[in-house]
């Protein structure tokens, strides 16, 4: 959660990249070199300030962290243009593994689930999506200690003074017995927990449902479902109403997507809109908002106020759709069909998180050197699929891991050849491309049986060979090495 000032709310989106854009890749900045005795004297001035007015000495001098974090600037100062379009964002956040993962959540709480839903009349499968998309279910937390990025942050660049407040209130959490000091970790920009609260939104609104006398939100899971609860509830969320619809609009329709400009169900009606299946509109709202994530081509929707709770939660539409459509699967118990009725207005939709994994395992046997393979299509991922790209002959090499590119390097490319291209557009009986000189991909290595690990032999196809082979990775400072791919491993 990123329950912040407005002001604040853009910085923090940016951080996760919720937004809307080109394909372009942009170069991360250098980390700072940042002065440490510099950052020591700013602690000393932060120690007597109004802000830090609640924290004894004991607990600012027992965490005031040693030195600057300077990772932490240079993401405070990155804004990728290699940003997503909404099917992207979609595909990777709602997906058939986080559905049923969230099925198997809802019936694991579905007493405590059951017990939040009577106290703060918020439905449990909207308590769900928002647990799903911050946390996947608590299996994604923030490794970052929260004292040395907020102090960092207090410190250096922009947003000190906004920082500055985070950083007392995380210390007064600690300080308070609520949450362990080891436990305080989280986003580079503070956020922490299972439903990732800033830590001014935990003082305000954390909660110890199981009276345990902690309001526990990393280790405690009915303490974070209760306390997002209990957000959404402060935020306006309306008890029975649903979050709004999937609609289709009628032919020729033109409209500006503002989900803001609400209007009763009957002037939509009267609009010739429909539910995407064609039923007529309920009347369960007293008034919605046209969003259209992806213009009138798109899917549609008409949203209510508990929609609104959803971005209040994150500044972002696309991140309150995550919610709501997770939510919405989640509710039917369905993870056989995880896109909306309409399609997205695309010819090259987004990708699931294993297909991602497919990707970077490809890119990996292919010798690119991306790190590990985590569904998440980060910097190193990109830049790879863009000189992949580039050695096919594939322009723009853009970075981006959509279907199309899915298909070309998991090697299944039969129904797009068979309509006489490839997924690319490049002609199907056109010469293969020759791999560009600067391409870093490399062969598997296959080991003969009989040679050792130390000395390996290139063998020919024909020859017999064990499980274990070696791939050829070229790393960022051009040095060529040879790493072991055991076969299952």
Request: proline share 6%.
């Amino acid at each position: 959660m990123r329950m912040t000032p407005l002001s604040t709310l853009s910085l923090l989106t940016a951080a996760i990249g919720f937004s809307l854009a080109s394909t372009a890749q942009a170069a991360r900045p250098p980390a700072p070199d940042l002065s440490n005795s510099e950052f020591q004297q700013c602690l000393d001035r932060l120690k007597n300030s109004s802000k830090f007015r609640g924290v004894d000495s004991y607990t600012f001098n027992n965490y005031r962290p040693t030195q600057p974090d300077p990772s932490v600037i240079q993401s405070l100062n990155y804004q990728p243009e290699f940003q997503k379009d909404v099917w992207d964002y979609l595909s990777a956040l709602v997906d058939k593994e986080r559905v049923e993962d969230g099925i198997r959540a809802k019936r694991q709480w579905s007493d405590t689930l059951r017990q939040i839903e009577s106290r703060y009349g918020v439905k449990a499968e909207h308590v769900l999506g928002v647990w799903g998309v911050e946390s996947n279910f608590g299996q994604t937390l923030g490794k970052k200690p929260l004292f040395e990025s907020l102090a960092t942050l207090s410190c250096f660049d922009r947003r000190q003074s906004y920082f500055q407040g985070e950083f007392a209130n995380a210390l007064k959490i600690v300080q308070n017995g609520d949450i362990a000091p080891s436990d305080m970790t989280g986003s580079w920009a503070g956020a922490f927990g299972q439903t990732q609260f800033m830590p001014s939104t935990f003082l305000e609104l954390a909660v110890d449902f199981d009276g345990d006398g902690r309001r526990d939100l990393v280790n405690n899971v009915p303490d974070a479902l209760a306390s997002t609860a209990n957000f959404l509830d402060n935020r306006g969320y309306r008890t029975g109403e649903p979050w709004g619809y999937e609609v289709k609009l009628p032919d020729g329709y033109w409209a500006a997507s503002n989900r803001k400009d609400k209007k009763s169900m009957s002037h939509w009606r009267n609009q010739g809109l429909t539910l995407a299946n064609g039923s007529p509109l309920p009347y369960d709202l007293s008034s919605v908002g046209l969003l259209l994530p992806a213009g009138v081509e798109g899917p549609a929707f008409l949203v209510g106020k508990n929609f609104d709770t959803f971005y209040s939660y994150n500044a972002s539409e696309n991140y309150a759709l995550a919610i709501a459509h997770l939510s919405d699967l989640i509710t039917r118990e369905d993870s056989s069909k995880t896109d909306f009725i309409t399609a997205w207005p695309t010819d090259d939709p987004g990708i699931s998180r294993q297909q991602a994994k497919d990707i970077q395992q490809a890119l990996l046997d292919a010798g690119y050197d991306i790190g590990g393979v985590d569904g998440i299509i980060g910097d190193n991922t990109r830049t790879a699929i863009q000189q992949y790209q580039s050695s096919r002959g594939i322009f723009p090499a853009d970075g981006r891991a959509g279907q199309k590119f899915h298909r070309l390097i998991m090697g299944n490319s039969a129904s797009s050849n068979a309509q006489g291209s490839n997924q690319y557009g490049q002609p199907a009986n056109s010469k293969p491309l020759t791999p560009a000189p600067a391409d870093r991909m490399g062969q598997l290595i296959q080991q003969q049986t009989t040679t050792t690990p130390s000395t390996p032999s290139y063998a020919s196809p024909n020859q017999p060979t064990s499980n274990i082979r070696y791939r050829r990775v070229v790393g960022s400072d051009g040095v060529t090495r040879l790493i072991r791919v055991d076969e299952g491993s």
